[in-house]
């Protein structure tokens, strides 16, 4: 982690235009949706990470539209900025925001999900861990056996299609745990309570696992158990470790979540760009390993 002060990370002037001339290194910033906790918190901490950098950030929230996120791009491009971050929606659709970055010659860095278009420079996780964790725990807790039912985020995303494949992965290695359905709920905690209701209408006591593939999902899905009074026999898993799952863990009311560090991406997304402006070496992909919460170890975890 760099931590010089802001005189020494930028001594140089800006090279191009978006700074006002105050010499400040000016980072356009795309997010996925900033109604997402996670999303929140990768951006608090990125903007704490530029405030002691001495890096301006201008944040546009892309509100989940690729074709949003692409505008923005083109946007960052007319003002010159000196660096863009995105929090890719798409990995397709989202990628000619890379596209024109390049073209430009403004370097780019995608964090936390990726684009079909390879940026200068990722930060993230890998996804396709975050699934595996998650599945080899329910199953742990099921002892090799049992009907589990997927949350998916929003489709074609990639940390969608990561977690997606991790889990599938140690399914495919444990025959005596089925998967008896799976759909979106695109990341969306009311969502996600409304598909849950579904399944248990559908599938009732056959269920015993639930794998959502966010938190925001997971902590949907838990409420409808506990309003069916089925809670007691289903094991619940999300991913991401936002504030009311960890509490969620701690109470019992959540089995697991896997750890996703917002905090260690945003500073690290930040810290990429600047080195980019500065013309210094980067690493070309920087991987932030994703953490399994229980009951027993959450406590470590609460703030």
Known sequence: MMMAGASALFSA???????????????????????????????????????EAGVRLIVNDAQRSAERQVQQAESFVAQR????????????????????????????????????????????????????????????RLNGKGNVVMMHGYMGQAAQLQRDAGAKQVLAKNPGMKLIAEQTADWDRAKAMSLMENW????????????????????????????????????????????????????????????????GQGRAAVDVAAKLIRKEAIDKKTLIPFQLVTKENVAQYLK
Do not use: W
């Open 200 to 263: 248990i209408q559908s599938f009732g006591a056959k269920i015993n696992a639930v794998f959502a593939h966010n938190d925001e999902m997971a902590m949907g899905a838990v409420v409808a158990l506990e309003q069916a009074k089925a809670k007691n026999r289903t094991v619940v898993v999300g991913v991401d470790a936002i504030a009311d799952a960890l509490q969620a863990v701690k109470e019992g009311r959540l089995d697991a979540t896997v750890f996703q560090d917002a905090q």
């Open 81 to 140: 900025v000196d660096a863009i971050i995105l929090n890719p929606c798409e990995v397709d659709a989202s990628s000619p925001a890379v596209d024109k970055a390049l073209a430009a010659g403004i370097p780019i860095v995608n964090v936390n999900s990726e684009t079909r278009t390879a940026p200068t420079a990722f930060v993230g996780s890998n996804d396709e861990e975050s699934g595996r964790i998650a599945m080899e725990y329910l199953v742990r």
């Open 13 to 51: 002037a800006c090279r191009r235009g978006a700074n006002g001339g105050n010499g400040e290194p000016v980072i356009g910033v795309s997010l996925l949706n900033l109604s997402s906790e996670f999303i929140v918190m990768l951006n608090r901490a990125m903007e704490a990470r530029a405030r």
